[in-house]
Structures are given as C-alpha cells and as structure tokens.
C-alpha cells in the first residue's frame, strides 16, 4: 500500500512537472525560465497570396535572419526573455526559421498553431473540406498533431493554438477553429491566443471559447486595445481572460486608435485592479513575406514607433509617469505570463 500510495504521489509530482514545461521552438522550458514575456511579437509575416509574387518577393533567408535576430537582441536589451510569435500558419508561419534566432540569441519563442480571420486568411483550403464535412475534425486533429507530434518534419512543438475573428462577428468558418481549439485545449491544457478585429468581439470570444469547454486562464483575448471604452474591457475580464494590450505603435491603420487612447483606457484598468488579467506587446512584423513595400505619408509618421522597442523607451514612461508601479508592471510582462502557460 505504502509504495502504491508513494508511486500515485511520484506520478503526481510528475504530472505537475510536466504541466509547468512550455513548448519553445528549441523545446520544452519550464515556466519559471520565461521571464520577462512579450505576448504578440511576428518575426516573420505574410499575407496569404505572397507565395505567388515570389520573382519580386523572394525569401532571403540569411537577410532575414539579419533583421529577425536584430530585433531579438533589440527587445533583451530590455530584459526580454521570451517571446510568444503568434503568426498563423497560412500567413507564413516558419518555425525552423524562429528556431535559428532562438538559437543565436538565446531568447525563448513560442509559436503557434492556427489559421487567420476568414477577411485575410486563406479559407478555400478548409472551406473546401467543409463541404466535404472534415473539417472541423482536420483542424482539431492538425492542432493536436502540432501541438503534441511536432509541425511537419521540424520536430517543433506548438506552444500555443492561435485563433481569429472578423470585424463585428465570428464567422461559420471561424467557429471551427473555435470549437476545434477549445476540443484541443482541454486535451492539451494548451494556451489560446486570439486576434479581435478593429477592437471587437472581445467578450463574444470569450464566451464562445467558454461555452465549448475552453478553461479562461488558458486564454488571452489580443488586440483588445482596438477598443477604447473601458466597459467593453471589463466585459471581457468577467470571464475571467486575460486580455492583451498588444498593438502599441500602430496607428491610424487597421482601425487603430492613437497609443495616447490606448494608454488612458490601460490606465482606467490598471486603477481598477485588473493588472493581474493584463499583457503588453506591439504586435510588429520585423519581416514581411513577399514584396518589399515603403508606407505612403501620412500612414509612416504616425506608424514611425511601431518597433519593439516601443514600449520601453516611451509606453512604460508614461504609465510611470501616471504612477504605475515596478511591481504592476513586473505583473504584466512576468506574472501574468507564467500563470498563463502553468495554469
């Protein structure tokens, strides 16, 4: 009895051990190794149809990796330690590649597994099995495969499912990815990231993912600073998400309000008490596939703070500056985070 009873505590202890460990794309690390966490970071971006344009948008890896790693080392300098880079499979995602710049920076990236909001995504590939009526089944079993095999043949392990909806609504097609992401998550205990158009459908996530068995400390609800009105964020934070405030640097596109808006609906929050349900990120894209493009003025002036650097040099000032404490801040790069991915 005593060495069953000590076999069901080792087990135990090991469950628990292996709960605490997040997926990076250089393996497994355990969650106290996380560190100073940036959310909702894209080394690489895409939008679909850049694999068509390739005699003008070539994929220059060695180039890239310039830039990538760059950025990586820009962001330590902060006291960055790791990076969750969201991006979808169908708008480039690279996971040998963020491999590379982990491992000539040493800093931890996640990526993802997911597909984009029906808008900007590429939905005729699951469309299609749709009507063959799969593919709510294919998405779950490619978000258990990804999260559990491996993606492809990199041997790189998703660390979070990646989820989208449009302006105004969630799509049929998005659903899918919805109900299939919720199914995997409560197999997996995996972390759900999503992306709110034009700061809406933030509670009605929540409430979707919830209804289909998705447990709410496993979820961030992203962009949610698209939507200025502190009403609509206490709304969302009933559920018990967290939220990300995770586009500071963009501005004027993608209807975006100015970080001034953003930093007074923060601060409302803050006030509140809500730092425990809160993340900071920008959401940059430091390459983008396909065709190189220059921004027309007057889109480049006000996008001129969109970098990883951002929040550090002018955002954290200003919530200083308004009396935010360290140990506020502290709870929202490195708190908020390790609870997420140990929860």
Known sequence: QGNKNSAEKSGERGEQLMAEMVETVCGPVPVEQLGKTLIHEHFLFGYPGFQGDVTRGTFREDESLRVAVEAAEKMK???????????????GRTPAFLRRVAEET???IICATGYYYEGEGAPPY??????LGTAEDDIYDMFMAELTEGIADTGIKAGVIKLASSKGRITEY??????????AQKETGAVIIT???????????????????????KIVIGHMCGNTDPDYHRKTLAYGVYIAFDRFGIQGMVGAPTDEERVRTLLALLRDG????????????NVWLGRPFTLPEPFAE???N???????????????????????LEQMFIGNPAALFSA
């Open 302 to 304: 006000m996008m001129k």
């Open 126 to 131: 699951f469309q299609f099995r749709r009507l």
């Open 174 to 183: 998005e659903k899918m990815f919805f109900r299939a992401a919720a199914r």
């Open 195 to 217: 992306h709110t158009q034009e700061g809406t459908m933030g509670p009605e996530q929540a409430a979707y993912l919830l209804e289909h068995g998705a447990d709410p400390k």
């Open 77 to 91: 300098r902060h006291g960055i330690q790791t990076v969750v880079d969201p991006t979808p499979n169908d708008c």
């Open 306 to 328: 969109w970098h990883v650097e951002h929040l550090f040099v002018n955002i954290i000032p200003a919530l200083k500056n308004e009396g935010i404490r360290d140990e506020v």
């Open 106 to 108: 040493g800093l931890n």
């Open 274 to 285: 809500y730092e425990k349900q809160i993340m900071l990120s920008h959401d940059t894209v």
